[in-house]
């Protein structure tokens, strides 16, 4: 069974270690929620986990692809803190891009999914006119389109109402029974089953 | 459709949708490049000589003034970050980012060039030696900048440190493309110079996209 492996990772940031002598393992059909202090390094590991910093030690592999190489980066999504679009751009035009940096999906799926997560009607929007709460809907979609296995989120519940959060949990849910992985950092409780807790 | 030229149209497509970060520096060039006939003198003697240099200089000028908003929306909104997490070539994505830049900036430049060469007097000549350097060399100031604009990317108003990074680099340029200019008004044959501009222009194309993705993912941390 595929598996991300995570073999003694240490982050330094400044003068902080943030962690050290990291080692675990999440299985495919597993959710892992990352919990930890202000600053105690939940957004740099998702970071390292998505091959996007460059200052760790360790080893990151996903069925012996290590990280940073194109068939881990092909198998992951990350949602960072931002939102990722350009105000400039109507949330679809926004969505045709980011799902074309993963794996390209068509435009038909594209809308159905910002139907899906209760953007209709929106496509045509510009994102600078958006809610904070309807971007991270826009980004969102982008992750539920996307094909990747491993699902890195950010504080995914962030500026989502209760029905948002709903979604987005049943999602998670959906994703691990369909062979995906899912790890995610938040402050709140979550209700996710199969669910394991990191504390850094 | 091909991720490259997606952002290539997604670039050109936020650009043209928030014209002032193109008109800006355009404006720039133009008004620089006619205020010197006010200041110095009219006569078309002196401005003829002078004019090869005072177009480049301004042009010069004018793409490092564009040279922030290249990478800087996309870091602030976090896009660079997942243009760093995909698993296409980053360096490859940047070349798509620095080639929009140069339509919009460099293909303009050369576009007024001819405009201004007749302000400033030069004849047909001059003005067509004065277009060829810029066709070669506006490139390499886009590709040159870059590796400027991704390290500095992170740094709040990083103008002055961009200028002080590139315009060392830029200064080869310069003086190989004006000089083509004044050699040819004279007849001299500008050879040697266009092979340097060339030159210059396969190296930072070959190198720049590479540095900028390694400095790109320095200052995302």
Not at chain 1, 25 to 38: F, P
Not at chain 2, 45 to 57: R, T
Not at chain 2, 100 to 128: N, Q, R, V, Y
Request: proline content about 3%; overall charge neutral.
């Amino acid at each position: 069974m595929p598996s991300l492996v995570i073999h003694n990772l240490s982050c330094q940031r400044g003068y902080n270690q943030l962690f050290s002598n990291l080692f675990f393992q999440v299985n495919v059909g597993e959710v892992l929620r990352i919990t930890g202090t202000n600053g105690s390094g939940k957004t740099s590991l998702l970071k390292i986990l998505a091959g996007v910093s460059v200052r760790e030690h360790g080893e990151i592999s996903w069925n012996q692809h290590s990280v940073k190489s194109e068939k881990y980066q092909q198998e992951v999504f990350y949602l960072g803190h931002q939102a990722a679009l350009s105000g400039e751009l109507s949330s679809l035009e926004n969505l045709e891009f980011l799902s074309a940096l993963n794996k390209s999906t068509d435009q038909q799926q594209l809308i159905q999914a910002l139907g899906d997560i209760g953007l209709k009607g929106y496509e045509d929007e510009y994102c600078a006119n958006l809610s904070a709460g309807q971007k991270r809907r826009v980004i969102l979609a982008g992750l539920f389109v996307s094909k990747a296995k491993i699902w890195l989120l950010d504080e995914p519940f962030t500026a989502l109402d209760p029905t948002g959060v709903k979604i987005v949990e049943s999602r998670i849910e959906k994703h691990c029974n369909n062979g995906g992985l899912c790890l995610f950092t938040t402050h709140q409780d979550s209700a996710l089953a199969n669910q394991r807790v990191l504390a850094l | 459709m091909n991720i490259y030229l997606q952002t290539l149209k997604r670039d050109l497509r936020v650009a043209l949708r928030n014209p002032s970060s193109i008109l800006n520096p355009l404006l720039f060039f133009i008004i620089s490049v006619s205020l010197f006939p006010l200041a110095i003198s009219p006569e078309a003697a002196v401005l003829s000589q002078i004019a090869a240099g005072i177009i480049w200089v301004a042009s010069m000028l004018a793409v490092l003034l564009s040279l922030n908003a290249l990478f800087h929306h996309d870091f602030e909104n976090g896009v660079l970050e997942q243009m760093v997490a995909s698993h296409h070539s980053l360096p490859l994505l940047i070349l798509s980012k620095i080639f929009a830049h140069w339509l919009l900036t460099g293909i303009p430049i050369i576009l007024l060039s001819p405009l201004l060469g007749l302000f400033l007097f030069l004849d047909d000549e001059g003005i067509k030696i004065l277009m060829i350097t810029l066709l070669l060399a506006t490139p390499s100031l886009s590709l040159i900048g870059s590796i400027g604009a991704s390290l500095v990317v992170g740094i709040k108003n990083s103008g002055m440190l961009l200028s002080l990074l590139i315009l060392p680099l830029y200064i080869p340029i310069l003086i190989f493309a004006s000089s083509a200019v004044s050699q040819a008004q004279f007849g001299l044959t500008i050879d040697g110079q266009l092979y340097f501009l060339a030159m210059f222009l396969v190296l930072s194309l070959m190198s720049a996209p590479f540095v900028s993705a390694i400095a790109l993912k320095i200052s995302l941390e």
